[in-house]
């Protein structure tokens, strides 16, 4: 079942900036495929803390390994950056992820 993660940025109710991560799937034919996954206490996202929401929320390395297919975010540089950024380091682990 392959899937995609997508990232937007949220306020807190005590005004904080902090990551919402969705997963994007379709299990049943016809049924609307996005789904609320989490929602970071960050004030930034990066790597570990998306690799610690997907463990935490069941998904081991080797499932990501086979069934992580995209990555979407907010198109800021630091999130998908040309040498560093969170894209460029989850492709290094997660080869098949397209961003």
Known sequence: MPF???????TSLSQKSCPIVY???SVVAG???VTFLD???LF????ESMITCLHKN??????LQE????????????????KAGIY????????????
């Open 58 to 63: 069941g998904f081991d390395d080797n499932f």
């Open 44 to 47: 930034s996202l990066t790597v």
């Open 23 to 25: 997963l994007r799937c």
């Open 67 to 82: 069934f992580w297919l995209g990555l979407a975010m907010d198109g800021a540089s630091v999130m998908q950056g040309k």
């Open 4 to 10: 995609s993660v997508l990232t937007d940025e949220s």
């Open 39 to 41: 929602v970071l206490e």
């Open 88 to 99: 460029i380091k989850l492709k290094e682990k997660f080869p098949n992820l397209i961003g």
């Open 31 to 33: 049924c609307e495929p």
